[in-house]
């Protein structure tokens, strides 16, 4: 009679096993159908991505920080590398042109001294708390025709697990020409005052600034009528890591923005909004462009309107 029962109470836990293992594979099935690969997911490498491909002859690394964080420690390997670099910093903020993406031929300059060419895999990284730094460089390496990629979780990411150096790495110069910027990803503020009113607008500042607060020095206060906020970090997990497809999708769905539409981010400088602009590319959004002066050269223009 025991045995029976010991049979009964063993068929009884086989039982409960083999359901608890269907559960957890129907749960785990469930979970892969349900998740969504980046559109165009070759512009983001992850921390593990950078450890396997580190000692690549063939890798180029950005350190977007700033060379005083870099100091500190970075990335092996990698050569530290600011947004101004690439920028024209002549004149003052709001003057027309401050702070623009450099022309083609300076930018050959500039990119040239980095070691920038053709045949290298450059992933550039930032600080997650920061501006959006590597999205900017990011997006000004496209313009050039580069297509950069970006470390997901940026330092925040790499420091927790990644190998740190103090040792500086010099730059082997290239000989990288740009014949030409690609503006598809560029707005002009001529150009955006004549088509705001058409376009899908998006002010990736924070909701303080998107109300009017002038915390950087900017000449007015306010937003582009019809623009609508949303502030890049939005696009960010608790993490630092950027927000899966569904999840962009899920955002931009809400505020009623398509993948169809003409979107244009702006911020205060176009470097926040840069980096949403490859976000959204990364995503799917393929009509998307940055409208580099942004706020400071928009308000400093008082023919042109704020609300």
Not at 69 to 96: A, C, F, R, T
């Amino acid at each position: 009679m025991k045995l029976v029962q010991l049979k009964v109470l063993l068929l009884l836990l086989l039982s409960f096993v083999l359901l608890t293992a269907c559960s957890n594979n129907e749960e785990t099935t469930q979970t892969n159908e349900d998740f969504k690969p980046y559109h165009n997911d070759h512009l983001l490498v992850s921390v593990d991505w950078l450890k396997d491909n580190l000692n690549n002859e063939e890798l180029l690394i950005l350190d977007a920080r700033g060379e005083d964080e870099y100091l500190k420690g970075h990335v092996p390997g990698s050569i530290p590398v600011s947004w101004q670099q690439l920028s024209n910093m002549e004149g003052s903020p709001g003057d027309e042109d401050w702070g623009v993406v450099l022309d083609a031929a300076q930018l050959s300059e500039r990119l040239s001294t980095l070691g920038v060419s053709a045949d290298k895999t450059i992933v550039v990284y930032g600080n997650p708390n920061s501006w959006g730094e590597d999205g900017r460089i990011i997006w000004m390496l496209q313009l050039a025709g580069v297509q950069g990629k970006m470390l997901n979780g940026g330092w925040t990411a790499w420091e927790a697990v990644g190998e740190v150096t103090k040792e500086v790495t010099e730059p082997v110069p290239s000989n990288f020409s740009v014949a030409e910027l690609d503006l598809s990803l560029f707005a002009s503020t001529d150009w955006l005052s004549e088509n705001y009113e058409q376009l899908v607008v998006v002010d990736t500042r924070t909701k303080k600034e998107f109300d009017g607060a002038t915390d950087f020095g900017e000449a007015r206060g306010g937003h582009i009528p019809g623009s609508i906020n949303l502030p890049f970090k939005e696009l960010y997990n608790n993490d630092s890591t950027i927000k899966s497809q569904a999840e962009i999708e899920k955002v931009m769905e809400d505020l009623g923005i398509n993948k169809e539409d003409t979107v244009v981010t702006y911020c205060t400088a176009g470097i926040r909004s840069a980096h949403m602009t490859l976000i959204l590319k990364m995503a799917g959004y393929e009509n998307v462009k940055n409208y580099d002066a942004s706020i400071y050269e928009w308000a400093k223009n008082d023919a042109l309107p704020l609300d």
